[in-house]
Nanobody
Framework: QVQLVESGGGLVQAGGSLRLSCAAS????????LAWFRQAPGKEREFVAR??????VYADSVKGRFTISRDDAKNMVYLQMNNLNAEDTAVYYC???????????????WGQGTQVTVSS
């Protein structure tokens, strides 16, 4: 069973930075595509960034500000978030899929989420 645990969320002022972490089981790294999604109050869950063997992909809204990376030795995936604004406020989720996709329905393993709040 894939296990994902996020951490690193919190309250930050607009313009600030946060780094989210996602700890995954060893099996996850060898079989799955790992991505970050987010869900703001009253909105649908949306794609943020994805890492695969073919490279990284970002939502237009975060391109140039967020960076996804991974550390295979530690079984960790990170999301570095810079120049945050109020629209980035959401619960951020780490997710795994066997398909290279942005479609939230194709991800069948999810962490519990970590709250990011950006004050303006």
């Amino acid at each position: 069973q894939v296990q994902l645990v996020e951490s690193g969320g919190g309250l930050v002022q607009a313009g600030g930075s946060l780094r989210l972490s996602c700890a995954a089981s060893e099996r996850t790294f060898s079989r799955n595509i790992l991505a970050w999604f987010r869900q703001a109050p009253g909105k649908e869950r949306e794609f943020v960034a994805r890492w695969s063997g073919f490279g990284t992909v970002y939502a237009d809204s975060v391109k140039g500000r967020f960076t996804i990376s991974r550390d295979d030795a530690k079984n960790m995936v990170y999301l570095q978030m810079n120049n945050l604004n109020a629209e980035d406020t959401a619960v951020y989720y780490c997710a795994a899929s066997t398909t290279i996709t942005r479609n939230v329905r194709e991800y069948d393993s999810w962490g519990q989420g970590t709250q990011v709040t950006v004050s303006s």
